[in-house]
């Protein structure tokens, strides 16, 4: 321990000087602890040194032990070595006799080999000069087996011999089996009875041959069979197209008769189906020739008769030589065509038909594709799968060009005729509202896709969708004919309604009809070409496509409604001309809604309710967004075509104009239809708005006419400007000088305008009172409160006097919706 550790260790052993009496004693116990740890410390140095040496000796042994075992290990090695050698020695003989061995046992087999090849070959010579046919089969395959074994001694003289005996062997086999066959069909296997089975015998050596003997076996025989058919159907006689019927019972009746002799050749050989196909290429070739050298266009009951025997023909052969398989997926993409169309009759959505569709087509491509493979293997037909579908019927298809313009003049007239028998109205008990001439023509487009579909799914059913296109355009047109047009010629410019469209009540019901009609037209030539492209062949499917006939309904729908408003514009005029001819300058006092309003809410009472009920929601809302758009600006600029407005007159027209507005906001209701009610009434109120800002400003005293004009009609010209001072009596003279002054200013400045006129609201007027007049204006320094300045400015619309402080009232009330400004503060309060 420190100095200061020991200080403190003596200081705790002896606190006091009493306790100084007891240092001998712990002297004593110190000096004893010293020398048991100096004995302690000695014996341990004696061990450390005892065990040293002993460490020593024990490494000694180990290094001593080590070299003994390195020694005897060299000594193992070396006696291995010397066994190992002993051992060769011993074996040597016994592996030159094992090889010996092994060699002859090689020559002793092959040299049996070779001489059951040669007996074999020997023998199968016997048998192919006797044509004993079932015999040779069998030994042909033990010969080939045979042969195997010496492919590695080919360069061997004898082996070489033995091969080129054992080919000339099987051609003269080949020969044989050529020249037996060359026999049937030509009666003589119903003389001699076992010719049949020569033959059955021949086939099995046909099949020990290569598979290219049987390939041409069966190919001399096909082209044998199908020599009488050409020599038939290429004379003048039978080679016409009204005779395509006859070659195909020529070839059932062939398979049918010679079905029984056909059993001689093996079921794996498939000769029926092979001689089908070259019918089928030989009948293809005939065909394209005849059409080819017709002189006139081919008449098309005939073309189309030819098509559909044909048609079965290929359906019949897909039956036949396809399981089944073929045939059903065609009978049941004809089913999904007639469900199609039977749904689209009971106006089924299409979404469900497209669902129902896709769901079985999964079922084919899902669960059914290995199905379908373990099928087409089962059949192990050369070529398994091979489409007989179109096989024929292919060449007909740069043909039916005939029928595609048939088809065409045949739904043209049905067009004209469902058009001219239209009454342009709907059946009594309908809940559509379409016209029935659009049902009936979808329906006869329905049908002549069923019966296209149903003989060609390539470019022709392509071409006939070109024809619905025109059709549909067509009709389209039709449409839009019947659409009320406006006055024209030199009567029409004399009494100026030149472009004015007037409607009845009947031709209001009837541009409804023709929206619809549009509308359900539009739809349906949609699922139509959907249908179209889910039956046409894949390559013309992206090309399916009837966007355009859409448009041209949507172009149907545009022009109606907008015809529709015009209309109701017309019956506007008598009312706009008479609010021109109010003596707005002379009226006296405010009193109810003038005659003019109640003509308007008249008209449109009559005839929104029969409009909701005709129209959907969606373009009614179209329809009253245009009338809206049409009958505000035209409300407000027909206030310029007043004479002469006086404070009271302009009153009156504020109350008119607020009669007006409800009128317009009230529509939806009337029409049953209030989806999008909110934003119609903003739209309506933000055009009315103007002309009350309009009348706002002929209210206003002439000394703050042109700060007012500027506050509640920042968009307004300097000309309309001077329209309202000639609208307030102003002479020519107090004109200028108000203009003068007006374009002097410009616009006040701390006054930002907003793009468009504020919506101002103003109360009505009270029909029996008018709100006193304000003659004490505010003194200078008052503070205004919010709600004071907002009574003003409603008086200013009730006929307050023409003060001072309305100009100020003017210009807060096209302040007050604005977020800055210096006038915004007082309507923070």
């Given at each position: 321990m420190d100095k200061s550790s020991a200080l403190e260790y003596i200081n705790q052993m002896f606190p006091t000087e009493a306790s100084l009496s007891g240092v001998e004693p712990l002297m004593q116990k110190?000096?004893?602890?010293i020398r048991r740890v100096d004995a302690g410390i000695l014996a341990a140095v004696r061990q450390q040194s005892n065990s040293g040496t002993k460490a020593k000796e024990d490494l000694a042994a180990a290094t001593h032990a080590v070299k003994e075992l390195m020694y005897k290990v060299r000594e193992i090695k070396t006696k291995a070595e010397q066994s190992e050698s002993m051992v060769q020695e011993i074996c040597r003989d016994i592996k030159k006799l094992d090889f010996a061995k092994k060699h002859i046992t090689t020559t002793i087999t092959a040299l049996h080999r070779l001489t059951m090849l040669v007996s074999a070959v020997?023998?199968?010579?016997?048998?192919a000069s006797k044509r004993q046919y079932k015999e040779a089969a069998a030994q042909l395959e033990a010969v080939n087996q045979l042969c195997s074994h010496f492919e590695a001694y080919r360069d061997v003289p004898k082996i070489s011999d033995l091969r080129e005996k054992f080919k000339n062997i099987k051609q003269i086999l080949k020969s044989h089996v050529f020249s037996d066959f060359s026999s049937l069909g030509t009666g003589k296997e119903t003389e001699e009875a076992n010719l049949l089975q020569q033959l059955s015998d021949a086939c099995l050596v046909v099949d020990a041959l290569e598979p290219s003997v049987r390939e041409e076996l069966v190919k001399n025989f096909c082209s044998k069979e199908l020599t009488s058919y050409r020599q038939?159907?290429?004379g003048?006689?039978?080679?016409?197209l009204d005779k395509t019927e006859r070659r195909y019972a020529w070839i059932k009746r062939r398979l049918r008769t010679n079905e029984e002799i056909w059993k001689i050749f093996p079921p794996s050989w498939h000769v029926a189906y092979l001689l089908c196909i070259q019918f089928c290429k030989l009948t293809r070739t005939q065909l394209v020739e005849i059409l080819d050298n017709l002189k006139e266009k081919p008449d098309v009951a005939t073309l189309l008769l030819a098509l559909q025997r044909t048609l079965e023909f290929e359906e019949e052969l897909a039956d036949k030589f396809s399981g089944g398989t073929t045939g059903s997926r065609n009978r049941e993409i004809g089913s999904e065509i007639e469900e199609i169309d039977k749904g689209e009759n009971n106006s089924q959505t299409i979404s469900d038909i497209r669902k129902k569709y896709e769901k079985k087509l999964a079922a084919h491509h899902g669960s059914g594709t290995e199905t379908e493979k373990d099928n087409l293997k089962d059949l192990s037909v050369p070529g398994a799968g091979f489409n007989f579908h179109g096989i024929i019927s292919s060449c007909f298809e740069a043909h039916l060009t005939v029928y595609v313009e048939l088809e065409e003049k045949t739904l043209m007239e049905s067009l004209e005729k469902l058009v001219q028998e239209e009454t342009w109205d709907t059946e009594e008990g309908s809940q559509t509202n379409i016209l029935s001439s659009s049902?009936?023509?979808?329906?006869?487009?329905?049908?002549?896709l069923k019966r296209c579909s149903a003989l060609t799914k390539n470019q022709t059913l392509f071409n006939l969708f070109k024809v619905f296109q025109r059709i549909l355009r067509a009709y389209a047109t039709k449409l839009f004919a019947r659409l009320p047009r406006g006055g024209t010629g030199l009567v029409a410019a004399?009494?100026?309604?030149?472009?004015q469209i007037k409607t009845s009540d009947r031709d209001e019901r009837v541009i409804c009809y023709i929206v619809n009609t549009a509308e359900y037209c539009h739809k349906t030539s949609g699922e139509l070409a959907e249908n179209v492209s889910k039956i046409i062949d894949t390559q013309f499917a992206d090309k399916v496509d009837m966007s355009e006939v859409q448009d041209e309904f949507s172009a149907v729908i545009t022009k109606a409604l907008i015809t529709l408003v015009h209309g109701l514009e017309t019956k506007f005029d008598a009312e706009m001309a008479a609010m021109t001819r109010v003596p707005w300058g002379t009226l006296e006092s405010v009193g109810d809604q003038s005659e003019y309003v109640n003509g308007i809410n008249s008209i449109l009472t009559s005839s929104i309710p029969v409009l909701g009920s005709l129209l959907s929601p969606i373009y009614f809302q179209f329809f009253l967004d245009k009338l809206a758009a049409s009958l505000g600006p035209r409300f407000y600029l027909n206030i310029y075509k007043c004479k002469l407005i006086s404070e009271t007159g302009a009153q009156q027209m504020l109350l008119d104009t607020q009669a007006v507005k409800t009128i317009l906001l009230d529509i939806p209701a009337l029409g049953r239809q209030?989806?999008?009610?909110?934003?119609?009434?903003k739209f309506v109120s933000r055009e009315m708005s103007k002309a009350e800002a309009l009348l706002k400003v002929i209210l206003s005293p002439i000394d703050s006419v042109g700060d007012t004009y500027r506050a509640l009609l920042p968009e307004g010209t300097p000309s309309e400007f001077q329209r309202i001072l000639e609208l307030k009596g102003l002479k020519k003279a107090d004109q200028q000088t108000i203009l003068d002054d007006f374009n002097k200013h410009g616009s006040p400045s701390g006054i930002k305008h907003p793009s468009a006129a504020p919506s101002v609201v103003v109360p009505a007027a009270p029909t029996a009172q008018i709100t006193p007049v304000m003659t004490n204006p505010t003194p200078a320094g008052t503070i205004v409160s919010r709600e004071d300045v907002l009574t003003r400015a409603a008086a200013l619309g009730r006929g307050a006097a023409t003060t001072g402080f309305k100009r100020f009232l003017a210009l807060t009330e096209a302040a007050k919706d604005r977020k800055d400004g210096p006038f915004r503060k007082l309507f923070n309060t």
């Open positions: 110190i000096h004893s602890e020997e023998q199968l010579q016997v048998m038939i159907f290429e003048a006689e039978l080679a016409k049902m009936q023509l979808f329906l006869i487009i329905r049908r002549s004399a009494t100026g309604t030149d472009g209030t989806t999008g009610a909110a934003g119609y009434s």
